[in-house]
């Protein structure tokens, strides 16, 4: 039988090496966030001919052996995706290596958890061009390979994807309060009201937030405990887009959370779990400037997200970030 993917012990090898970080120099997005991997395994040589650096001499083994197999962000993915000249063979090969040579090893037992049960679940998944990605998650392995898809499959996707953007405007409503007064309160406001200082009197609309449940009970009521039916129809770099703007939503909310059990304002901008995730899609300087933005800027970072979930949507040109 012919050699159609990269084998587990090679993808728990990768993961094992990559100190939980996308191998692009200088890049901290996160492989994984929880239990949900949402950085990819890209082949260096492409898998499938018309693919970035096809070798159509290499043998299926070599194809997909842990020697020819690199993790990178889908930002990173795509932006090697798109400059082949640039990112050849050699240099692809050396920025792994040097990755690997100074990350810090993620455990044996945290890889296993996070690959549970792949051996028993192998699937192929259309997709078009590019390096070739594979989503790993706690329960399978998808290879994505390039292949024509029907008419049926193509009206499930483009169904799927109006799916996640409702969702997401429902996310919108249940955390609008948490948004809102970012955008029109100063961080230092913000302390005073939660040192108990004063503060603006508007701060008392989130109070919702001191209940730990608050953000996950929204999460739910917004349609995002469902989201995953429609994982199987969208692109990697979408899902991945979608599932940022959900945690965010839920990670800032939880620093609300943190901010009254504490007595001080956990500000999202210096959370290391909010770094990670914007990150994880937004170039590193748009990021850097966030963090410059006293006023507004978490609106302004989700309007950065929505901006990149709707240029691989296909909905609108190059994003502005």
């Given at each position: 039988?012919?050699?159609?993917?990269?084998?587990?012990?090679?993808?728990?090898?990768?993961?094992?090496?990559?100190?939980?970080?996308?191998?692009?120099?200088?890049?901290?997005?996160?492989?994984?966030?929880?239990?949900?991997?949402?950085?990819?395994?890209?082949?260096?040589?492409?898998?499938?001919?018309?693919?970035?650096?096809?070798?159509?001499?290499?043998?299926?083994?070599?194809?997909?052996?842990?020697?020819?197999?690199?993790?990178?962000?889908p930002t990173h993915h795509t932006v090697i995706d798109d400059d082949d000249e640039s990112y050849s063979v050699e240099r692809l090969i050396q920025m792994k290596r040097a990755h690997e040579?100074?990350?810090?090893?993620?455990?044996?037992?945290?890889?296993?958890?996070?690959?549970?049960?792949?051996?028993?679940?192998?699937?192929?998944?259309?997709?078009?061009?590019?390096?070739?990605?594979?989503?790993?998650?706690?329960?399978?392995?998808?290879?994505?390979?390039?292949?024509?898809?029907?008419?049926?499959?193509?009206?499930?996707q483009v169904l799927a994807v109006e799916n996640l953007w409702n969702i997401m405007r429902n996310l919108s409503s249940e955390f609008s309060m948490v948004v809102f007064v970012d955008t029109?309160?100063?961080?230092?406001?913000?302390?005073?009201?939660?040192?108990?200082?004063?503060?603006?009197?508007?701060?008392?609309?989130?109070?919702?937030?001191?209940?730990?449940?608050?953000?996950?009970?929204?999460?739910?009521?917004?349609?995002?405990?469902?989201?995953?039916?429609?994982?199987?129809?969208?692109?990697?770099?979408?899902?991945?887009?979608?599932?940022?703007?959900?945690?965010?939503?839920?990670?800032?909310?939880?620093?609300?959370?943190?901010?009254?059990?504490?007595?001080?304002?956990?500000?999202?901008?210096?959370?290391?779990?909010?770094?990670?995730?914007?990150?994880?899609?937004?170039?590193?300087?748009?990021?850097?400037?966030?963090?410059?933005?006293?006023?507004?800027?978490?609106?302004?970072?989700?309007?950065?997200?929505?901006?990149?979930?709707?240029?691989?949507?296909?909905?609108?040109?190059?994003?502005?970030?």
């Amino acid at each position: 039988m012919a050699t159609t993917g990269p084998s587990i012990t090679d993808i728990k090898l990768l993961f094992t090496k990559s100190g939980n970080r996308c191998s692009f120099p200088k890049c901290r997005a996160p492989m994984a966030l929880g239990d949900t991997l949402v950085g990819e395994v890209c082949h260096i040589k492409g898998a499938r001919p018309g693919s970035a650096r096809h070798d159509p001499a290499q043998q299926p083994v070599e194809r997909h052996s842990r020697s020819n197999l690199i993790l990178l962000c889908p930002t990173h993915h795509t932006v090697i995706d798109d400059d082949d000249e640039s990112y050849s063979v050699e240099r692809l090969i050396q920025m792994k290596r040097a990755h690997e040579e100074t990350a810090t090893n993620v455990a044996e037992d945290e890889v296993d958890r996070l690959t549970i049960s792949v051996e028993q679940n192998v699937t192929s998944v259309a997709q078009s061009g590019g390096l070739s990605a594979h989503t790993v998650n706690a329960a399978s392995i998808t290879v994505q390979a390039a292949e024509p898809a029907s008419g049926f499959v193509n009206q499930r996707q483009v169904l799927a994807v109006e799916n996640l953007w409702n969702i997401m405007r429902n996310l919108s409503s249940e955390f609008s309060m948490v948004v809102f007064v970012d955008t029109i309160l100063l961080p230092q406001e913000m302390q005073a009201y939660f040192k108990g200082a004063g503060g603006p009197p508007l701060m008392d609309s989130i109070r919702e937030f001191r209940d730990r449940h608050a953000p996950v009970s929204k999460i739910e009521k917004a349609g995002g405990l469902t989201a995953a039916k429609e994982r199987p129809f969208v692109s990697q770099r979408l899902w991945s887009i979608y599932f940022v703007v959900q945690a965010i939503y839920g990670r800032t909310a939880m620093l609300i959370e943190t901010s009254f059990n504490e007595g001080r304002y956990v500000d999202w901008r210096t959370d290391n779990g909010c770094d990670q995730l914007l990150r994880a899609i937004l170039p590193g300087h748009a990021v850097d400037h966030l963090k410059t933005l006293s006023i507004n800027a978490l609106r302004t970072a989700i309007e950065y997200l929505e901006d990149h979930f709707l240029v691989e949507a296909g909905m609108r040109k190059g994003a502005s970030t």
